[in-house]
């Protein structure tokens, strides 16, 4: 089997991040930050050696700053819907995938106003032209990819950042950008990130978190801390504030592994050679008849993921027939409406092929054969 | 000695940070205390160390449970 994939979710996952799983199920079931007994102290240590080795990737210093959410899309609901309220306005990009555009579409309703702003794929002065455009006097947030779902472009984080004004804050969308774009939150000048443990980090569903950088925000979700039980209001402050309920130590413990994982690969590794797939894969794409490719990988950085189609099939039927060779892509829309609209696909969707860490050239040749006879038939 | 942290994320930076320095420490659930409910928990290690181990805490950020502000509010948040 071929995995191109790893945009929807990342696998193989390293044998570490198994390993210490299955590990952890036998042999510890504690609650972390509840109980005095010894596996409750070990799984709390767990809970904090995360919180701590996320710190490192972001180049943070505080790892109580980093709160664990069950996905990035409830970390993107948590960012958006704790921050904004009734006359807001909030500045986003027409990249952005629905767990940002969803959440900004409902708040409409409570009083936020948003503006979408189309992403130049080659000219990233332009693209902050046209955020700064759209800031307002009450814009409070720019939510922004760090790299697109489905095209793979990545997004001048740093750049968006230098030219905000003071006062609006920037929440970096990081599901594509973890463990793939090496990233400094101050460096960087991201207020709020977010990334789930499943892609990039190499982890298991079923965790994510945010990593706070400026001001805290609402909670959405109040609850058990095991702090403070006799105060009926939330703690107010973190992690206690925005992480009620019991966490998920064993799938903690997986993102622990994988985060590791690729910090001793380096993340500039992982980088370089997932951009160096996509062009290799685009290149190889552009030499076969009747395809149709949608970005030059030689003009912009594009890391990752790419789509395609190819002429007269629909995205699904050519995924169909990959998979029925055994190589796993995604086709359709990728929850990335915008982008489709933008690309003039709605109707279409895109054939996607995701990268991940343990992905080769050779698996990309194999991969063209087949698109051929597919193409022959 | 042992000394009450903010809470559990705290206790275990105390621990970590005590760890990186050189000092063996360990984390414990307050029971012996009638003021306080819930999950606090404390930082504990050998007395000959309070002064330095304070010094580290403090300048790593390791918040201490309010009832400590009493014993050592001039030193730590």
């Given at each position: 089997m071929i995995y191109f994939d790893n945009a929807a979710s990342s696998y193989p996952k390293p044998y570490s991040v198994s390993k210490s799983v299955g590990m952890w199920l036998k042999s510890n079931g504690a609650n972390p930050?509840?109980?005095?007994?010894k596996p409750a102290i070990e799984a709390s240590g767990v809970i904090y050696d995360t919180r701590s080795v996320i710190c490192k990737m972001l180049g943070?210093?505080?790892?109580?700053?980093i709160v664990f959410v069950p996905n990035a899309t409830y970390g993107l609901n948590f960012l958006i819907q704790g921050i904004l309220k009734s006359g807001d306005h909030a500045v986003t990009t027409d990249l952005e995938h629905n767990s940002v555009l969803r959440p900004l579409k409902l708040l409409e309703k409570k009083g936020v106003s948003f503006d979408t702003v189309c992403v130049d794929l080659y000219d990233d002065d332009k693209t902050v032209d046209n955020i700064l455009k759209n800031?307002?006097?009450?814009?409070?947030l720019v939510i922004c990819t760090q790299?697109?779902?489905?095209?793979g472009k990545v997004m001048p984080i740093q750049k968006i950042s230098a030219a905000l004004p003071e006062g609006v804050r920037l929440v970096v969308?990081?599901?594509?950008?973890?463990?793939i774009i090496p990233t400094d939150m101050k460096r960087d000048g991201i207020d709020y990130y977010c990334a789930p443990s499943?892609?990039?980090?190499m982890g298991p569903q079923g965790s994510g978190f945010i990593a706070i950088n400026n001001e805290l925000f609402e909670p959405l979700i109040v609850g058990?801390?095991?702090?403070?039980?006799?105060?009926?209001?939330?703690?107010?402050?973190?992690p206690d504030m925005l992480e009620s309920g019991t966490l998920p130590t064993p799938v903690i413990k997986g993102m622990y592994e994988g985060i590791k994982f690729i910090l001793d690969i380096g993340i500039e590794n992982i980088y370089r050679h997932k951009i160096s797939l996509v062009k290799y894969a685009v290149n190889a794409l552009n030499g076969l008849d009747g395809v149709i490719t949608y970005v030059d990988p030689d003009l912009a950085c594009f890391a990752s993921t790419t789509c395609f189609n190819i002429i007269g099939s629909s995205s699904d039927r050519v995924a169909a027939y990959l998979a029925d060779n055994d190589i796993c892509v995604r086709s359709g829309i990728h929850c990335a409406p915008l982008f489709h609209k933008k690309m003039g696909?709605?109707?279409?969707g895109m054939v996607r092929i995701s990268f991940g860490c343990y992905n080769t050239e050779s698996e990309i040749d194999v991969f063209i054969k087949i698109l051929k006879k597919y193409l022959k038939k | 000695m042992k000394i009450k942290c903010k809470n559990m994320t705290h206790a275990m930076k105390a621990n970590r940070i005590l760890y990186d320095n050189g000092i063996h420490s360990k984390v414990e659930k307050i029971n012996?205390?009638?003021?306080i409910h819930g999950c606090v928990y404390s930082i504990v290690f050998d007395d000959r160390h309070l002064n330095r181990a304070l010094e580290i805490m403090c300048s790593g950020g390791v918040i201490l449970h309010k009832k400590e502000k009493i014993n050592y509010g001039d030193v730590c948040k």
């Amino acid at each position: 089997m071929i995995y191109f994939d790893n945009a929807a979710s990342s696998y193989p996952k390293p044998y570490s991040v198994s390993k210490s799983v299955g590990m952890w199920l036998k042999s510890n079931g504690a609650n972390p930050g509840r109980s005095g007994h010894k596996p409750a102290i070990e799984a709390s240590g767990v809970i904090y050696d995360t919180r701590s080795v996320i710190c490192k990737m972001l180049g943070m210093d505080e790892p109580e700053n980093i709160v664990f959410v069950p996905n990035a899309t409830y970390g993107l609901n948590f960012l958006i819907q704790g921050i904004l309220k009734s006359g807001d306005h909030a500045v986003t990009t027409d990249l952005e995938h629905n767990s940002v555009l969803r959440p900004l579409k409902l708040l409409e309703k409570k009083g936020v106003s948003f503006d979408t702003v189309c992403v130049d794929l080659y000219d990233d002065d332009k693209t902050v032209d046209n955020i700064l455009k759209n800031i307002k006097k009450n814009t409070k947030l720019v939510i922004c990819t760090q790299c697109s779902n489905v095209c793979g472009k990545v997004m001048p984080i740093q750049k968006i950042s230098a030219a905000l004004p003071e006062g609006v804050r920037l929440v970096v969308d990081g599901a594509q950008g973890a463990g793939i774009i090496p990233t400094d939150m101050k460096r960087d000048g991201i207020d709020y990130y977010c990334a789930p443990s499943h892609k990039g980090l190499m982890g298991p569903q079923g965790s994510g978190f945010i990593a706070i950088n400026n001001e805290l925000f609402e909670p959405l979700i109040v609850g058990g801390t095991g702090s403070e039980s006799f105060d009926l209001n939330q703690p107010e402050y973190l992690p206690d504030m925005l992480e009620s309920g019991t966490l998920p130590t064993p799938v903690i413990k997986g993102m622990y592994e994988g985060i590791k994982f690729i910090l001793d690969i380096g993340i500039e590794n992982i980088y370089r050679h997932k951009i160096s797939l996509v062009k290799y894969a685009v290149n190889a794409l552009n030499g076969l008849d009747g395809v149709i490719t949608y970005v030059d990988p030689d003009l912009a950085c594009f890391a990752s993921t790419t789509c395609f189609n190819i002429i007269g099939s629909s995205s699904d039927r050519v995924a169909a027939y990959l998979a029925d060779n055994d190589i796993c892509v995604r086709s359709g829309i990728h929850c990335a409406p915008l982008f489709h609209k933008k690309m003039g696909t709605e109707n279409t969707g895109m054939v996607r092929i995701s990268f991940g860490c343990y992905n080769t050239e050779s698996e990309i040749d194999v991969f063209i054969k087949i698109l051929k006879k597919y193409l022959k038939k | 000695m042992k000394i009450k942290c903010k809470n559990m994320t705290h206790a275990m930076k105390a621990n970590r940070i005590l760890y990186d320095n050189g000092i063996h420490s360990k984390v414990e659930k307050i029971n012996d205390d009638p003021d306080i409910h819930g999950c606090v928990y404390s930082i504990v290690f050998d007395d000959r160390h309070l002064n330095r181990a304070l010094e580290i805490m403090c300048s790593g950020g390791v918040i201490l449970h309010k009832k400590e502000k009493i014993n050592y509010g001039d030193v730590c948040k």
